[in-house]
């Protein structure tokens, strides 16, 4: 019974977010915004729950944490993230990378201390990510308006209904580990870690976008709707046919 409940709650989600995936951008933008206020204030306060929480925990992460770990680390967290990127490959009718994408994770679990170590790039096997949102995008589902989430970030409708699919195809989501405290131990290291792992990766690049910026949240915006097009054309881009991020 819970089980139908949280699929028909995914469902009805997707559906709600789908609906704003009919807006249309105004002529010359580069994506539809009519929910810019809103969003802004969602903006400013994950810029201040960066700047009081996630940018100092990543900091004191990589001080604290030998690089030769840090790396173990990040191919764990690429590690558990490839069952939802083999779905996505399957949803894509992408057959080859599908086998490659099992290829890597079985010879990484294997070989690799599971998943800790990264063999399989060695073999020829790299890390290559997708998710439900490019999935929908190679099914020429409209991107729809730009939102941004509370702690998530930037999106889109497409992308906000592919954040909740993912969730829903992760098998860790419906896993649980032992009970009281080490289970909720464990749940907030899985939704913690990717996140600090990731700003340490590109502190620079986020710092320069949020602090540096003359408007942090055009220019978050723009960086990421060019970033996600750029996956969705699978790297095929014209760059000349690309807005200036700092245009607007």
Do not use: W
Not at 156 to 173: H, I, K, N, Q, Y
């Amino acid at each position: 019974m819970a089980m139908k409940s949280a699929r028909g709650a995914l469902g009805a989600l997707a559906l709600t977010a789908l609906a704003g995936c009919a807006v249309e951008a105004e002529p010359g933008a580069l994506i539809a915004d009519p929910y810019e206020n809103v969003n802004r204030a969602v903006h400013r306060f994950n810029v201040a729950a960066d700047t009081v929480v996630l940018r100092p925990v990543a900091m004191a992460y990589d001080t604290v944490t030998p690089t030769l770990f840090q790396h173990m680390i990040s191919n764990f967290v690429d590690h558990l993230r490839l069952p939802v990127v083999f779905f996505n490959n399957i949803f894509q009718g992408d057959v080859d990378e599908a086998l490659a994408t099992l290829g890597r994770f079985g010879v990484n679990t294997i070989v690799g201390a599971g998943g800790l170590l990264d063999p399989a790039t060695e073999v020829g096997l790299p890390y290559d990510p997708t998710d439900f949102g490019l999935t929908l995008a190679s099914h020429d589902a409209s991107e729809g308006p730009f939102i941004m989430l509370p702690l998530f970030g930037p999106s889109t409708g497409r992308d906000a209904v592919g954040r909740l699919v993912d969730f829903g195809l992760d098998p860790l989501t419906y896993i649980g580990v032992g009970e009281g405290a080490g289970a909720t131990a464990a749940t907030a290291a899985r939704f913690a870690t990717p996140p600090v792992v990731d700003r340490s990766e590109n502190f620079e690049v986020i710092d320069q976008v949020l602090y540096e910026s003359e408007d942090s949240y055009v220019t978050l915006r723009a960086a990421y709707v060019q970033s996600r097009r750029a996956q969705a054309a699978h790297g095929v881009l014209d760059p000349e046919n690309l807005p200036d991020v700092f245009a607007e």
